[in-house]
């Protein structure tokens, strides 16, 4: 049960450490407004663009993976698999971070399937 609560933790650090390219980025377009982040983040484009969607899809990713966790968890289910398709999960979810900054489309999206799999492989550990 260790390994699934390191990475449901680590999972839960993802959004925010995704968030430094996104900082970076308004940064970068002429200061960080404070008082309109929503506003200038949405008038990003290329590196800042794809540094917001990651952030953004992390928070996304973290919902399922964590339902799945928690679902794993409570049944008593949790075995060496669930415990490996998690770890999976996170290592496929930094790629697609890393992918998505990188503008390597085709692999980044590589990487979500193999993430969001694991995340329902987890998940299916409890039946």
């Known amino acids: ?8 933790f680590i999972a839960m ?3 925010y450490l995704a968030k430094g390219p996104v900082a970076w980025a308004m940064a970068k ?3 960080y ?4 982040p929503r506003t200038q983040q949405a008038q990003l484009t290329g590196f800042g663009a794809r540094a917001l969607a990651g952030h953004q ?3 996304e990713s973290l919902l399922i993976f964590g339902l799945a ?4 968890i ?3 289910k949790v075995t060496a698999t669930a415990e490996w398709l998690a770890v999976v999960h996170i290592a496929a979810r930094v790629a697609y971070q890393i992918l998505y900054l990188l503008n390597k489309g085709t692999l980044r999206s590589l990487s979500w399937f ?10 299916f550990q409890a039946f």
Not at 1 to 8: A, P
Not at 33 to 36: L, V
């Open 29 to 31: 377009a002429g200061g």
């Open 69 to 72: 966790v928690v679902t794993v």
């Open 74 to 76: 409570a049944t008593g």
């Open 13 to 15: 650090l993802l959004p």
């Open 33 to 36: 407004d404070n008082h309109h």
């Open 57 to 59: 899809n992390a928070f």
């Open 1 to 8: 049960m260790n390994t699934l609560l390191i990475c449901l």
């Open 114 to 123: 193999v993430a969001i799999f694991s995340a329902f492989g987890v998940f």
